[in-house]
């Protein structure tokens, strides 16, 4: 069963970097080869928010709050995804989120534990 595996959360100042990491443990390279991958975040009191996705063919997308500052990419042979974050700052405080969302090809939404993403100022 495909279940989604964050890692790399932490805490660091303002104006720092992290690298996210989710992996598709249980997913077939068929599986995660076809489909779109994405990460959100959610900050308390707040609803969860798109920051990037990626499709099979490498399209990506990032929200404005993030462009030019993160960066996603994927490796499908190892079913994993990355969220490269830069310049951080105190708005990007929250818990971020690894999906896999439903498609033609994808029956449900898988959605990762999260991961405590703090940056102080």
């Known amino acids: 069963q495909v279940q989604l595996v964050e890692s790399g959360g932490g805490l660091v100042q303002a104006g720092g970097s992290l690298r996210l990491s989710c992996t598709a443990s249980?997913?077939?390279?068929?599986?995660?080869?076809?489909?779109?991958m994405g990460w959100y975040r959610q900050a308390p009191g707040k609803q969860r928010e798109l920051v990037a996705t990626i499709t099979p063919d490498g399209s990506i997308n990032y929200a404005d709050s993030v462009k030019g500052r993160f960066t996603i990419s994927r490796d499908n042979a190892k079913r994993t995804i990355y969220l490269q974050m830069n310049t951080l700052t105190p708005e990007d405080t929250a818990v971020y989120y690894c999906t896999a969302p439903r498609s033609r090809t994808n029956a449900r939404d898988y959605w990762g534990q999260g991961t405590q993403v703090t940056v102080s100022s």
């Open positions: 249980g997913a077939s390279y068929l599986f995660f080869s076809i489909n779109a």
